[in-house]
């Protein structure tokens, strides 16, 4: 398994860390049935609050989606091959996410953690079909049966993969989805601090000498 792909997202736009620069575009839409509400904090975690124009639509449709995009240009290739992302039930015991991945369906109906439980969010992981790798992949988000008054925090999406060169070198790269809101703020994620091996494990620090990935970039630990 491979770091995850940089990605972040500002001021309703996606934008790539420097390290993807001039190799993908990206993208966010969001449905007219959706809005944001701001960041919240939770025991140190920075959430995207996302809630709902019509409270209590019982059906996941195009007007409650949240979409990510990116697509490799200038002969680049992307392959994702898992998805993660942390998410928490806002004052509420009702709401629904589904998550779809390349326009199919990979989950349904999830009832994240609620802000007042122990712990107060819940991370979920899924295998991903890369699919054409010279085309854009897309992860939606349907958030339905909220009340009006409430939101669905989304932290720390990432998107695992590696992304060739026209040459046919491949690259690991790693970040998560941040600032999805119109707020001039800064990151809404904290940086992924973790240490991966170059096999893509991760690990706490490390403990033996070698070469690892850390914030992005490769360091060598004598």
Known sequence: MLPPVFISIHN???????DLTGKVSTDVTIGSG???????TLNDLSETCIGVTVGNNPVADDNNKLSFSVTPINGYELAINKIE????????????????????????????????????????????????TKKGHKLTFNVYAL???????????????????PSGAKTAFMDEVTDINNL???SLVEKDDAWYT????????PTTKGIYIHRGKKVFVK
């Open 147 to 165: 009340g009006s008054t409430k939101q669905i925090g989304f932290a720390n999406i990432k998107l695992y993969g590696t992304l060739t060169s």
């Open 85 to 132: 992302f942390i998410a928490t039930r806002i004052g509420t015991d009702g709401g629904y996410i589904d998550v779809s991945w390349a326009g199919n369906k990979i989950a349904e109906k999830l009832r994240p953690t609620r802000n007042n439980a122990t712990p107060q969010h819940t991370v979920y992981t899924y295998s991903v079909n890369p699919g054409d």
């Open 184 to 186: 001039e703020s800064e």
């Open 34 to 40: 959706l809005t944001y509400n701001g960041i919240r």
């Open 12 to 18: 309703q736009k996606a934008i790539v860390g420097s």
């Open 198 to 205: 170059l096999q893509g494990v991760r690990i706490d620090k």
